[in-house]
């Protein structure tokens, strides 16, 4: 670290010249017209949006769609499920792909190597519907595969694991890993690739096995890519995905399963027209959290680890 | 060094004419596009003929809209010509790309013609976006086919919105088959090799689970028979239903509101609705009934029970395309049981004309949308809308349909009347017609006189029809809700009490069912209904109802 | 080329006899070889099902026989996805999007993680801070409608090539990686020698970014052939709709919703077609995506030697 301390300060001819703006001009232009302008329609969260009258046009009512959504019945439970779901999909899915990119990364066989990439990737293409349809295919005490194993070794029925409130969140993260591990993993394979391997041969000269050659040399290589990971994805942590949660739901794990996603979508579901102003307002809450966390966690970061977004 | 003089050049050209090439996009994409997001009214192209534009719902059966022999009919007949304008597939993403074609202030198209539910369709209407129709639906010689509808007052009356007015042309097809549509079927086969007769009780229905579970009717010598089974979302395979109607009258397509003497009352609230909790928490504790009725789709459902042999002894599901072939017609209608208190029920939902063929506010000629509109409903063009080309898909023909035999032939001497010759046009990509999302008008008799079977022929699969009228239909009862008519601040106002009761209903009624929650706490589970705001709920209903009447 | 190769792997674990590796690497070989053999089967479970489900009959799929290969074969679902006869344009329209968009995509977001990747520059907190704020909050669907009416891009190409052009999730993974690949001294050294820093980009930035170029290309190219939504809203002309439009539209026939229809018994029959559909589909759909990888992977694979750059 002593030596970003000398760039901190770097002298006169180091300072980066005008030019650098020029490259931040078209990225510049693009957010303001294209997130900017169109960000004033966030006041309909604070409207009774009318589709006559406009954005700026409809009633002004305040708060209250936060009140609404503050007030119904479910809040609490519904706040609960989705954070707590999002924390243990967070604490799972976020180091295990690191923890893979390591160990592939210093696997010997590279033929090996190649074809556990690329298949483990190919997962993530299969869409949300058929990967739910298989996994209560898999788990169906009767017919599925795993209830076959289960009975066969235990000589007992499977409990039936969608029928499980508490189960629900490991079917949910764990399939999770099942599709998005090879995935998740690219950007830290791609960081690996750039280590340098001189690093490697010094360290092996010396002696070193390679297992302390993953702690030493490659884990902190990828430390500043898993940390901005790490706080986008805590920024994320009010977003649950709809369409997965949606499709593993039923009558028996509802009371754990409902967040907040599909209980707006019901809600809008029953209004009929949809209602923007509402999915807006929730859609801001959730934002504000968000945006909250990640500044916290970036501060954290910047503390600790001199790594952060800004 | 060498190497890296190569890198240098590689990478950063053909970079550099990528960041060309996106720089040119950026540059000239503001200007010279040309705005076709209203194809209306430029409809000088083909000869002097009027330009009606339509809003249509991608449908990828319907191969191309503007080329349809149904599109050709419509626009021969009325010298217009049809441009189309095509919305999502998906029911929500459609109402989605239409509400921001409004928002946004975009010219909107004449006609919309798209489902649309009835508070999006007031919503729009109270709006001014939807004009009302009511002027032109009452003159005769503008809506000449409407005003042949023999029920026509009742077609009118079902599409009045909250304000008295009607702002669109109806679907109006009655087919009794879907009125009552939550069947249970049972395994003839085992009935007859355990000599059992078909259970009409709940008391009997109990005794012949129990034989199927412990009797081993598939005679494989292990005790892997299903009683009970059905599925979370197929149509009309949840049992809870079945079961609960020989209780009390509960209909889930109208969130189990029951109506009595024009007063609404909740039906799981009833002491009768928990006497048919406590009948399934029997069967389920014995074994009889499959909780996995509860988490499983319909897939999983069609794997357990279409195995050589059999698997279940009693299903509920609304078509009979749930059972393959591996059951060879083995399972039998089964009529609504009747429960202790001599209630043999099953839900209504009476045919009621869909809302189609919106003409919006900006239609150039909205009379003439209208006429084309109104041109649909006549009685040869509503059976293209469903069978395709005259004479090639279908006939009316008394020498063609003496061929064929009638649903109802072999019950009531009621002979084919339409034999459809391309039974296989509906579900396949066709340009014939519209898959029937348009105006049209069949009667009830052309769903009991339709038919594509030949006659002599196997018949592969048995038809219900004629024992479903005579064991469900008189099993209607006399007094539902045929529909609610909300008004949108009426919605908004229950929107959160409605999801979380609707939700929490069902939840207990499962939890209960299945022993998670023991009915015990039956005044515990009444409490919390009311603290979720039940009878704000209620008089809300009760309000929607009776301006429905 | 072959040479640097040679040199860059100079340690090359690989080459080396399995048993003349110390016994605590071996150790760890086995057991890290055990973990990665069981990935690999676990996750091709997945593809292999949606493989064998897209080889067999409608029937054993909708009734769920199909556990691991075809159960009776048939070409069904795929001789009724090429019937349609929109899919190859709208291949032929992905293809296009997909690549102007990357290409569009991959210059943006270079360019401005380059540009805040140098500690030096004034207000680079505040650059960066407004550009992740819009990863949060944005104006919703109704605003951005209306701008893209206003721009006139509604139901152009431009629709599925333009509102992409900056992730600003890209552009951040981007700067993370060249700010920590890059060495400071370089930048140092370069700027003595009177190297400006469009020059330093070109020759120092972008060949040392390789790694993390292919991951973003890959990441936006994904993007873009997987985009619907936009689609779906900003176009109205069948002639312009992308594939993916086209597939789900035949895979919406598989739900039936029973409020919306008059007559489910006969939208019963559509969705039994359409259920083998849905596997064919999904080949259909990403065969064409996954080739892309193994071109983009031989980066990742490649080290590049930075201490020699300095030299």
Redesign the interface.
């Known amino acids: 670290m002593r030596a970003n301390k000398t760039l901190n300060h770097p002298k006169r001819e180091f300072l980066p010249s005008w030019q650098l703006y020029l490259f931040l001009l078209p990225a510049t232009i693009y957010i303001i017209i294209f997130a900017y302008v169109p960000m004033a329609g966030v006041q309909i969260a604070f409207k009774n949006y009318n589709f006559n009258l406009g954005i700026w046009g409809s009633e002004w009512i305040g708060l209250e769609n936060f009140r609404r959504f503050f007030e119904s019945y479910q809040f609490e439970t519904i706040i609960w499920n989705t954070i707590s779901l999002s924390l243990y999909s967070l604490l799972i899915s976020f180091p295990l792909p690191i923890i893979f990119a390591l160990v592939l990364n210093s696997f010997t066989g590279l033929k090996f190597k190649k074809i556990v990439q690329s298949v483990s990737y190919m997962p993530h293409f299969i869409s949300t519907v058929v990967i739910v349809g298989m996994l209560v295919q898999i788990f169906n005490p009767r017919t599925g595969a795993f209830g076959a194993l289960y009975t066969f070794f235990t000589g007992d029925m499977l409990p039936d694991a969608f029928a499980n409130p508490g189960a629900f969140q490991h079917l949910y993260v764990w399939s999770g890993i099942w599709q998005g591990i090879g995935w998740s993993s690219i950007i830290y394979i791609a960081a690996l690739s750039s280590v340098d391997e001189h690093l490697h041969e010094a360290a092996q000269i010396d002696g070193a096995s390679r297992l302390q050659r993953v702690r030493h040399i490659d884990f902190p290589s990828i430390l500043p890519t898993a940390t901005i990971m790490l706080i986008l994805a805590v920024g994320n942590v009010m977003e649950v995905g709809f369409e997965k949660v949606f499709l593993m739901q039923n009558e028996l794990n509802i009371s754990r399963s409902e967040v907040i996603s599909t209980y707006v979508y019901k809600v809008g579901l029953t209004i009929g027209t949809g209602d923007f102003s509402f999915a807006t307002a929730i859609g801001l809450f959730n934002s504000v959290i968000n945006f909250a966390l990640l500044v916290m966690v970036n501060y954290a970061a910047r503390k600790f680890s001199n790594t952060s977004l800004w | ?1 060498r ?2 003089v ?3 050049k590689k ?2 050209a053909s ?2 004419a ?2 060309m ?3 040119l ?2 540059g000239c ?3 010279n ?5 209203t ?1 209306a009214g430029e409809g000088e192209g083909t000869g002097a003929r009027p330009v009606i534009t339509v809003a249509v719902q ?4 319907v ?2 809209y503007k080329t349809n022999h149904y599109t050709k009919l419509v626009e021969e007949a009325m010298d217009v010509e049809l441009e189309f ?2 919305l ?6 459609a ?3 239409l ?2 074609m ?5 010219e909107l198209p004449d006609v919309i013609n798209i ?1 649309l ?4 369709v007031y ?2 209407a109270s ?3 939807f004009i009302p129709q009511d002027e032109y639906l009452n003159n005769p010689e503008l809506a000449a086919n409407f005003n042949n509808i023999p029920d026509k007052d009742f077609v009118y009356n079902a599409m009045k919105l909250p304000d008295g007015k009607v702002y669109a042309l109806p ?1 109006y ?1 009655p ?1 009794e ?2 009125e009552g ?1 939550n069947r249970a079927w049972i395994n003839g086969e085992w009935l007859e090799k355990l000599g059992l007769d078909v259970p009409q009780t709940t008391d009997e229905l109990y005794e012949t689970l129990k034989a199927f579970v412990e009797q081993d009717p598939n005679e494989n010598g292990r005790r892997d028979e299903v009683g009970l089974v059905g599925s ?1 979302n197929g ?2 395979q949840n049992p809870r239903v079945y079961l609960m109607n020989a209780f009390i009258y509960a209909d889930p ?1 109208k969130s189990y509101m029951n109506v009595k003497d024009g007063e609404v009352y909740p039906a799981f609230t009833q002491p009768e609705w928990k006497e048919g909790l406590e009948y399934m928490n029997k069967l389920v504790k014995e074994g009889l009934f499959s ?2 009725s ?4 319909e ?2 459902l ?3 029970i ?1 195995v050589p042999g059999g698997m279940a002894g009693m299903v509920t599901a ?2 009979y ?1 749930t059972f ?2 591996e059951l060879d017609s083995k399972m039998t209608l089964l009529p609504p049981v009747t429960g202790p208190s001599g209630l043999a029920a099953t839900p209504y939902s009476p ?1 009621l004309p ?1 809302q189609l063929w919106f003409i919006t506010k900006d239609a150039k000629d909205p009379e003439l949308a209208f006429k084309v509109g109104d041109f649909m409903l006549d009685p040869e063009m509503s059976l293209a809308s469903r069978y395709g080309e005259k004479d090639v898909d279908w006939s009316d023909d008394p020498a063609v349909t003496a061929d064929y035999l009638g649903p109802f032939e072999e019950s009531q001497g009621l002979a084919a009347a339409v034999a459809e010759l391309n039974p296989s046009l ?4 066709q340009n014939k017609h519209w898959n ?1 999302a348009n105006p049209a008008y069949r009667p009830l008799e052309i769903s009991r006189t339709a038919s594509n079977l030949k006659k002599g022929e196997d018949h592969t699969v048995p038809n219900w029809r004629p024992a479903y009228m005579e064991g469900y239909v008189p099993t209607f009862p006399e007094e539902v809700i045929v529909k609610l008519n909300y008004t ?1 601040e009426e ?2 106002n ?7 009761i ?2 929490y209903v ?2 207990s ?3 209960f069912i ?1 022993g ?1 929650r023991p009915l015990t706490q039956w005044d515990d589970y009444l409490a919390e209904l009311n ?3 039940l009878d704000q709920y209620l008089e809300v209903i009760q309000a929607a109802y009776e301006r429905s009447e | 080329m072959a040479k640097t190769q040679a040199q860059m792997g100079a340690y090359k674990e690989k080459k080396k006899k399995f048993s003349t590796h110390p016994a605590s690497d071996r150790a760890y070989y086995i057991i890290s070889g055990f973990c990665l053999t069981f990935v690999l089967i676990a996750v091709s479970y997945p593809l292999l099902y949606v493989l064998s489900a897209s080889f067999s009959s409608g029937n054993a799929v909708s009734s769920g026989q199909v556990l691991l290969w075809p159960v009776d074969f048939s070409l069904e679902g795929y001789e009724a996805v090429f019937k349609n006869k929109d899919i190859l344009r709208a291949y032929g329209n992905t293809f296009l999007y997909t690549i102007l968009g990357t290409a569009l995509n991959v210059c943006v977001v270079m360019t401005c993680a380059y540009g805040l990747s140098r500690p030096g520059l004034k207000g680079r907190g505040l650059f960066m801070m407004l550009f992740t704020f819009t990863m949060f909050f944005s104006g919703g669907l109704i605003p951005f409608y209306i701008l893209m009416k206003d721009l006139q891009l509604l139901n152009t190409m431009w629709a599925m090539v333009i509102p992409g052009a900056l992730s600003v999730y890209n552009m951040i993974i981007a700067r993370t990686f060249i700010q920590s690949s890059i060495p400071k001294e370089l930048v140092e050294a370069t700027s003595i020698d009177g190297c400006s820093d469009v020059r330093f980009f070109f020759s120092f930035v972008l060949p040392l970014s390789k790694a993390v170029i292919a991951v973003i290309t890959l990441f936006s190219a994904v993007g873009h052939w997987n985009a619907y939504f936009n689609a779906l809203m900003f176009l109205n002309d069948r002639s312009l709709y992308p594939l993916q439009i086209i597939l789900r539209e035949i895979l919406i026939m598989n739900q039936v919703d029973v409020s919306m229809i008059m007559d489910p018994e006969l939208q019963i029959a559509n969705a039994h077609a359409a259920a083998v559909l849905k596997y064919s589909l999904i080949v259909v759909a990403t065969i064409p995506i996954l080739c892309v990888y193994p071109f983009i992977q031989k980066y990742f694979v490649k080290g590049v030697m930075i201490g020699s750059l300095k030299g």
């Open positions: 060094m190497k890296q190569q890198l240098r990478l950063p970079l550099l990528f960041a090439v996106g720089g996009l950026a994409s503001g200007n596009q040309p705005n076709t997001t194809p991608a449908n990828p059966n191969e191309d304008l095509e999502p597939s998906q029911v929500e993403e109402l989605t790309k509400s921001l409004v928002s946004s202030g975009a489902y539910n009835e508070s999006t919503d729009y709006k001014g976006v679907r097809a087919n088959w879907n549509s979370l149509w009309s397509g909780s996995q509860f988490t499983q789709d897939t999983q069609k794997a357990l279409n609304g078509s395309s393959g072939p045919s869909t509906w579900n396949n990509p029937d949108p919605l908004r229950i929107a959160n009490s409605k999801t979380a609707d939700n069902n939840e009624a499962v939890a299945t998670n603290k979720m705001g």
